[in-house]
Each structure stands twice: as C-alpha cells, then as structure tokens.
C-alpha cells in the first residue's frame, strides 16, 4: 500500500481521542497495511494510527525481537501492575526521550485483525509498548507524562565521554 507521513509534535490530532472500530473491513485493512508499511519503513515498535492522522483505535506493535508483530483494535488495559521509570522515545517526537513511569504488567483485552477477542499480559519493555501506543489512541502523547525531556544526540555525546 503506501508509507504515511507520521505526525510529530504537537500537531492537533495527536491530542485527540481515536473512534472505536465497529466493522473490520477493507477500509480498515488498507489502514492496518499502510500502518505496516509505515512502521517497517523505520525503526519504531510500535505506530497508532492517529500518529497518521486517523483517529481509529488501531495498534501495531513489533519489538522487532524475533516475536511476531500485534495488530490491536479497540485495544484496552483491563488490569496493571508494579511500576517501573524508563527513557521512552516516539516516532511522533523524532531525536527526542524523556523519563515516563509506567505498569510492569498489564492486562489488554483487544480485537485481533479477523474480529477475535484477543488478551495480552505483557511485562516489561513489551507492556511499555503496549502503553505508549493505547495512549495515543487517548490523545496521550509520551511527553504529557514526562517531566524532562532530553534530546537522543545530547544522551550519545555524554555517553561517549
């Protein structure tokens, strides 16, 4: 399909809460591919699609470990657990981190592409993913949870010294 422009700042739409999907079909299916096309065009783990400028509650994640990618629609977190502060990046916010506390566990109820209710209980950096990415279908950017953010290049140079 095509490699979308994905929307970085604060442009508006990144603030706005994404509609819930009621029918998976061939409109919502070239939106998961174009989303597809978009994260593998990158580096991401993870793109919602209103970081494309469609406010639809759709998620593609892909730790790009080995693991196979998750495709969430109406994706929502059920239950959390623990807590754990870590540096947190997005495509939408390119060369900047910040520090952003979030669960170590979760629990996410979803819809899979074929309509199937699906679970997730990830732990760890994938539950992070997970977090980031139904945040944006909230209108949550990374940066309304951090109280500072670095740029990437100032953390490498100091790293290096």
Known sequence: MAIKEILTFD??????????IDEINGEIL??????KDTLYAGTGVGLA?????????????NPRDGSEEIILINPKIVAQSGKVKDMEGCLSYPGYLGEVVRPKNIT????????KKVTYKPSGFLARIF???????EGVVYTDRTKTMFREKDLIQSEEE
């Open 30 to 35: 070239d939106i998961i591919q174009d989303m």
């Open 108 to 115: 996410v109820i979803a819809k899979d592409i074929n309509g």
């Open 11 to 20: 442009q508006a739409v990144l603030h706005k809460k994404a509609e819930r």
């Open 131 to 137: 977090c980031h990415e139904i945040d944006h279908l």
């Open 49 to 61: 699609a209103p970081q494309i400028g469609i406010l639809k509650k759709l998620v593609i994640i």
